[in-house]
């Protein structure tokens, strides 16, 4: 037997197409669960003297995705499916129903600022660690409710767990360096580009590419995972590890593609902002090709809309600029006390182009 | 304007990278036909030189640097008054007498010289 339990509604960016992104399907399991838990407390609240619910309590409860509500929002619709049998017991559907009413209150609550309802139990907020963690900034799950909608959000979501505890979990990606690993808890220490330091799980099979980048100074990682957060959100630590990937020169890809924030008229109302495909080109030629031994070098934009890369080392300053989208490259080293310089041009499309870059900032560098 | 005279230049956000001044930062724009605008440091103080150049033109400028005159004809770069509007303190450095790449190592010379002096005075300051 089916019956429609709930029409959530989903808004924000993503939910434009009128579609549901997977990772919203995690969303809708932690639901179902509080669902559950709820009205397994309703039921013994109301039965003073029980310790547990009837046999089979929950397996009367199952939520069913069936599909999207045809009227343009992004808009899925939860069916309660009952097994036949149990379809006949009836008595105690009532209490998901509740369930699914307070949740709704509460949700709202939070939202406006109102004191939580007094039959919602604290020691059940932790649901919402997970329930609406995928949610965005932006974003929004609506629950129908008698009064209008109950609006939970990124932030409203916070409120919630934070009731109950001092911290909460979010969805984070991270981008920092392998500290040491520990092999026998299966963890490691993620120094964040912002320079503190947090400990993260390591699951078995991100564990190569932790060794690969393991105290390398010029390899970063890319995190995705579930982050701890406290109340100010500062995030405490990582709880779970989803998605490991190895970002090699990471300072310097992000030096470059920092500046495809710029928009035209950046210098003086006249300044060319930097084409993104051409820093797109860039910054991938430069990343996959950048020896370990050079220092890197600081990255500015040209008011022509290229690049502009220096390398200041008493008493040399060695500039490439990179001509966009010529490719071209204009090397210059001048001695800034004797005032001598050494230019040479490049095609950077040409083989061989970028290791001569890199020979020509080399033998004016004075070794370390 | 005396050899000792400091010449007031602002630096743009985008060509201050860890607190170091990009010598582009002390290169003429194409715009600029060849002439480096600086403030005259006879005229006005580096800090009402950000205040004039972000305030009253609406310019971006995350610090103020200098050279002096004295420097700058040592590079073989002449440096004269050019008032613009009501702009007296306007003086430009002249490398019109230099090519491309001339231009460049000269800018190199002047933004290390700058940067031993120090930054006179940042915004917020």
């Known amino acids: 037997m089916k019956t429609e339990f709930l029409k959530p509604r989903f808004t924000g960016a993503r939910f434009d197409e009128h579609t549901l992104p997977v990772d919203v399907a995690s969303d809708l399991a932690a639901y179902e669960e509080l669902v559950i838990e709820l009205a397994k407390h309703l ?5 003073p003297g029980r310790e547990r619910v009837p046999r089979g309590f929950e397996k009367g409860f199952s939520l069913h995705l069936e599909g999207m509500v045809e009227d343009g929002s992004a808009k899925p619709l939860l069916s309660w499916v009952v097994a036949g049998a149990l379809a006949l017991q009836g008595g105690n559907n009532i209490y998901f129903e509740q369930s699914r009413d307070l949740i709704a209150e509460c949700v709202s609550a939070s939202a406006t600022n109102h004191p939580l309802p007094a039959k ?75 320079g503190a330091a947090i400990t993260a799980p390591l699951p078995e099979n991100f564990s190569e590419l932790a060794r690969q980048a393991g105290g390398k100074d010029r390899l970063s990682v890319l995190i995705r995972g579930v982050g701890v957060f406290d109340a100010y959100d500062r995030l405490q ?57 050079l220092p890197f070098p600081h990255i500015g934009p040209t008011p022509e809309g290229g690049l502009f890369l220096e390398w200041i080392q008493k008493p040399w300053r060695i500039s490439a600029e990179i001509l966009l989208p010529d490719h071209r490259c204009e090397l210059q080293a001048t001695n800034t006390i004797t005032a001598k310089s050494d230019d040479k041009d490049l095609n950077l499309d040409q083989a061989g182009a970028l290791p001569e870059l890199y020979t020509f900032v080399r033998s004016h560098l004075t070794p370390a | 304007m005396q050899p000792t005279t400091f010449l007031l230049r602002q630096v743009h956000p985008q060509w201050l990278k860890d607190g170091q001044v990009l010598s582009i930062a002390f290169r003429p724009f194409p715009k600029d036909d060849g002439l480096l605008s600086v403030y005259d440091g006879d005229l006005i103080s580096p800090e009402a030189s950000l205040n004039h150049f972000t305030g009253i033109l609406g310019y971006k400028s995350d610090g103020v640097w200098a050279i002096t005159v ?41 933004a290390t010289k700058a940067e031993k002096r120090g930054c006179l005075h940042k915004p917020g300051q």
């Open chain 1, 43 to 47: 039921w013994l609240s109301e039965h």
């Open chain 2, 70 to 110: 004295r420097e700058t004809e040592a590079c073989a770069l002449p440096v004269r008054a050019e008032v613009v509007g009501h702009f007296p303190e306007h003086a430009v450095i002249d490398f019109t007498a230099h090519a491309a790449k001339e231009q460049k190592a000269k800018s190199k010379i002047l």
């Open chain 1, 237 to 293: 630590k990582l709880a779970e590890t989803h998605h490991l990937e190895l970002l090699p020169n990471q300072t310097l890809a992000a030096q470059i593609e920092e500046l495809a924030a710029l928009q035209d008229g950046w210098l003086e109302g006249q300044g060319k902002a930097p084409d993104k495909d051409q820093l797109a080109w860039a910054t991938d030629r430069l990343v996959s090709s950048f020896p370990e031994d």
């Open chain 1, 120 to 194: 919602f139990p604290k020691d059940l907020l932790d649901h919402f660690n997970v329930f609406g963690r995928s949610l965005r900034e932006g974003e929004a799950l609506e629950l129908p409710r008698a009064a209008g909608p109950a609006q939970l959000t990124p932030e409203s979501r916070k409120k919630l767990v934070l009731d109950a505890q001092r911290v909460y979990s979010k969805d984070v990606d991270l981008t920092g360096r392998v500290g040491e690993i520990d092999w026998e808890k299966q963890t490691f220490r993620l120094r964040l580009e912002e």
